[in-house]
């Protein structure tokens, strides 16, 4: 199972190094590992309306869950 689902608010930590270090944004979608590992999967995630990038599953940090009927 994997440990984000679409829509939740993430920021890129700095486990990697990315120009994205330290933004937040929401994940547009979800890329399962297909050794069914979740450090393995992997996640685009928006953080504006045209800006889109791919990061792995340690990249990211929870930030809250959309609220109801977001």
Not at 21 to 37: D, F, L
Not at 40 to 65: A, C, K, T
Request: glycine content about 6%; proline content about 6%; overall charge negative.
């Amino acid at each position: 199972m994997c440990r984000f689902k679409i829509d939740d608010l993430v920021e890129v930590n700095s486990v990697i190094m990315s120009k994205h270090t330290g933004r937040q944004g929401r994940i547009k979608k979800v890329i399962p590992s297909k050794r069914q590992t979740q450090t393995l999967d992997r996640y685009v995630v928006g953080f504006n309306e045209s800006e889109e990038e791919e990061f792995w599953d340690i990249q990211l940090v929870l930030i809250s869950p959309p609220a109801p009927g977001e």
